[in-house]
């Protein structure tokens, strides 16, 4: 099977910076695009941002400019760096993977959130 687990969520002023990371593990033999939904209370689970196993990029409108999606393929892990903070941007936020795992057909799998919440 395999998991992923997100850290760096916290509580910051607006305009400061966070940087998430998600780490898939298991006996994992790729993943494809891997990605950043968030959801915040009372609103439904919006996409952030999206990287595809070459490296292509595509973001949300409104963090474009702010946010930057990158992965590490040797460690199976992909980063969301957040600059200029918003109190907008405030919700839990969420990694995927499209990973190909032994015993297992390709599969999108989820990480279990992590909060991250922006004071004015």
């Known amino acids: 099977q395999v998991q992923l687990v997100e850290s760096g969520g916290g509580l910051v002023q607006a305009g400061e910076s966070l940087r998430l990371s998600c780490a898939a593990s298991g006996r994992i033999f790729s993943i494809n695009a891997m990605g950043w939904y968030r959801q915040a209370p009372g609103k439904q689970r919006e996409l952030v941002a999206t990287i595809t196993s070459g490296g292509s990029t595509n973001y949300l409108d409104s963090v474009k400019g702010r946010f930057t999606i990158s992965r590490d393929n040797a460690k199976n892990t992909v980063y969301l760096q957040m600059n200029s903070l918003k109190p907008e941007d405030t919700a839990v936020y969420y990694c995927?993977?499209?990973?190909?795992?032994?015993?297992?057909?390709?599969?999108?799998?989820w990480g279990q959130g992590t909060q991250v919440t922006v004071s004015s």
């Open positions: 995927n993977a499209d990973v190909r795992a032994a015993h297992y057909p390709l599969s999108r799998y």
